[in-house]
């Protein structure tokens, strides 16, 4: 019983650069979210999926791509990263009615 | 638009004593509210949920929170604090059934002295 499963748990990046986080859940949940959690402001919205082929922006959209080809994955990429773009992104999945479930984060730095 | 407001940045209890971690939001419909709570490096893990019904919600480890919607708040509670809750917890409302996208508040740390 994996639920969310976030890899890597830690990346250091060079201003630039690019890389995916990957997202993958097993409880055949509709929808998906990735969030960005920095001190002080919560967790805000990057992108979010209501089903495979569906994506939408959320609040803070601006330097990532998302694309939900499957009901399982939902990979966030970051084309060229900023050091404004340090900080731990998770991501989560729910099925209607019961909250989210989250995972365990990954904890990105850039320089 | 949306928005959640925990006006309690850290809160020191010391254990065994009472806990109250307020929280309010703004949505022009039937809010969904959740509090979630984590642990230094962890992911969020769901206290509790509201989305109908009897206004006092209970969750996990004792805590309980009660929505009140003529003061747009929905504050957590636990009567008894432990060592092991000191966590950062957040407050969310959740928009288009609570499924699809969550507003989160920007936290509360708890600590506790022994």
Not at chain 1, 8 to 13: A, D, E, I, N
Not at chain 1, 47 to 54: E, F, M
Not at chain 2, 80 to 102: I, M, P, Q, R
């Given at each position: 019983?994996?639920?969310?499963?976030?890899?890597?748990?830690?990346?250091?990046?060079?201003?630039?650069?690019?890389?995916?986080?990957?997202?993958?859940?097993?409880?055949?949940?509709?929808?998906?979210?990735?969030?960005?959690?920095?001190?002080?402001?919560?967790?805000?919205?990057?992108?979010?999926?209501?089903?495979?082929?569906?994506?939408?922006?959320?609040?803070?959209?601006?330097?990532?791509?998302?694309?939900?080809?499957?009901?399982?994955?939902?990979?966030?990429?970051?084309?060229?990263?900023?050091?404004?773009?340090?900080?731990?992104?998770?991501?989560?999945?729910?099925?209607?009615?019961?909250?989210?479930?989250?995972?365990?984060?990954?904890?990105?730095?850039?320089? | 638009?949306?928005?959640?407001?925990?006006?309690?940045?850290?809160?020191t209890v010391s254990e065994g004593a009472s806990l109250e971690l307020r929280c309010n939001y703004s949505y022009g419909a039937t809010p969904y509210l959740f509090w979630y709570v984590q642990s230094p490096g962890q992911?969020?893990?769901?206290?509790?949920?509201?989305?109908?019904?009897?206004?006092?919600?209970?969750?996990?480890?004792?805590?309980?929170?009660?929505?009140?919607?003529?003061?747009?708040?929905?504050?957590?509670?636990?009567?008894?604090?432990?060592?092991?809750?000191?966590?950062?917890?957040?407050?969310?409302?959740?928009?288009?059934?609570?499924?699809?996208?969550?507003?989160?508040?920007?936290?509360?740390?708890?600590?506790?002295?022994?």
């Amino acid at each position: 019983n994996a639920g969310v499963t976030q890899t890597p748990k830690f990346q250091v990046l060079k201003t630039g650069q690019s890389m995916t986080l990957q997202c993958a859940q097993d409880m055949n949940h509709e929808y998906m979210s990735w969030y960005r959690q920095d001190p002080g402001m919560g967790l805000r919205l990057i992108h979010y999926s209501v089903g495979a082929g569906i994506t939408d922006q959320g609040e803070v959209p601006n330097g990532y791509n998302v694309s939900r080809s499957t009901t399982e994955d939902f990979p966030l990429r970051l084309l060229s990263a900023a050091p404004s773009q340090t900080s731990v992104y998770f991501c989560a999945s729910s099925s209607e009615n019961y909250g989210y479930t989250f995972g365990s984060g990954t904890r990105l730095t850039v320089v | 638009a949306q928005s959640v407001t925990q006006p309690d940045i850290h809160i020191t209890v010391s254990e065994g004593a009472s806990l109250e971690l307020r929280c309010n939001y703004s949505y022009g419909a039937t809010p969904y509210l959740f509090w979630y709570v984590q642990s230094p490096g962890q992911g969020l893990q769901l206290l509790l949920k509201y989305f109908s019904g009897d206004t006092l919600v209970q969750g996990i480890k004792g805590f309980e929170a009660e929505f009140k919607r003529s003061q747009s708040s929905f504050n957590l509670r636990k009567p008894s604090v432990h060592w092991s809750d000191a966590a950062e917890y957040f407050c969310a409302v959740g928009t288009s059934g609570g499924y699809n996208k969550l507003i989160f508040g920007a936290g509360t740390r708890l600590a506790v002295h022994p």
